[in-house]
């Protein structure tokens, strides 16, 4: 018969996880920027970036919410970086 281990490990990871996507539900933080100012736009994603850090830092050791954190960061300064180049196109 095998035994298996490591259930409350796991259990306790899903639990952190589940207790971050919580925290994250609701606005994480409002950015404004002007698209023709580089510093402006890289202001609002280092705002971005902190409010991010500031709700997950009680959870940045669990693994799947660091990989969260990494993924959410890229996907708002992406998101943060086309609306820059959309609105620089159509002012133009």
Request: with cysteine.
């Amino acid at each position: 018969m095998a035994t298996i281990t490591g259930f409350d490990k796991l259990t306790k990871t899903l639990d952190e996880a589940s207790r971050a996507f919580k925290e994250l539900d609701g606005t994480i933080t409002e950015v404004r920027f002007d698209p023709n100012d580089r510093a402006s736009i890289d202001e609002a994603i280092r705002t971005m970036e902190n409010a991010i850090d500031q709700k997950m830092d009680a959870f940045r050791s669990n693994p799947m919410v660091a990989q969260l954190i990494r993924q959410m960061k890229a996907r708002y300064r992406d998101g943060i970086l086309a609306r820059a180049e959309s609105a620089r196109t159509c002012s133009n």
